[in-house]
């Protein structure tokens, strides 16, 4: 399977950003509900907690990857007997779903940065990723904490809604209008015999 994008399907490089990111986003999501639910005394609430924001951070790194990745490769095509209004969706949902990939870590970082914890983010163990200097000594923290979590939240909620948009605009386009908007994200498995 070739590296880059053709005029009718995403190359193995675009495929495995975009799964990578599915599998990486779904998981987070449930992560996140979890961690909310455990109580404060909870021993692997902290361990839970810094592997959320370690892959949050990770996720942050692959979506600029993609994005870049995508400015620099063709990309397929929208089907061309889709309405305007479908059109307008495909294209809504894949700018919100790219900028909650940007939303999520920074309002996650923002936070991390306003809490009176003052707990450092240790990504994936290794090394001490910093507070946002000008949130961290900020005079209202609470304040700055209290809003970069609702912000969180709604873009998880409106991230979560448009990814079910996504999957259902998929699952139409493969199941009902039969055509190739799912394959050609799919690597292509040749039969050997």
Do not use: C
């Not at 979890?34 to 949050?56: A, I, R």
């Not at 909620?157 to 605009?169: K, N, P, R, S, Y």
């Amino acid at each position: 399977m070739p590296l880059k994008n053709s005029e009718t399907r995403y190359g193995s490089a675009a495929m495995a950003l975009h799964w990578i990111m599915a599998l990486g986003f779904i998981g987070m999501v449930v992560l996140g509900v979890y961690m909310h639910e455990l109580p404060n005394t909870d021993p692997s609430k902290f361990t839970l907690f810094q592997w959320h924001k370690s892959v949050g951070l990770t996720l942050l790194l692959l979506v600029a990857l993609r994005l870049l990745w995508r400015a620099l490769n063709t990309v397929p095509p929208l089907p061309t007997g889709l309405k305007p209004y479908e059109r307008f969706l495909a294209h809504l949902t894949h700018r919100w779903l790219y900028a909650a990939f940007f939303l999520m870590p920074l309002t996650g970082w923002t936070m991390v940065s306003a809490s009176p914890y003052n707990i450092p983010t240790m990504v994936y163990g290794l090394f001490e990723w910093p507070h946002i200097p000008f949130v961290a000594s900020a005079a209202n923290k609470e304040g700055i904490m209290d809003i970069a979590k609702e912000a969180h939240e709604i873009v998880a909620l409106l991230a979560v809604l448009a990814l079910l948009l996504h999957i259902g605009a998929a699952v139409k386009h493969h199941f009902i209008l039969k055509d190739d908007v799912l394959r050609r994200m799919l690597p292509q498995w040749k039969n050997k015999g």
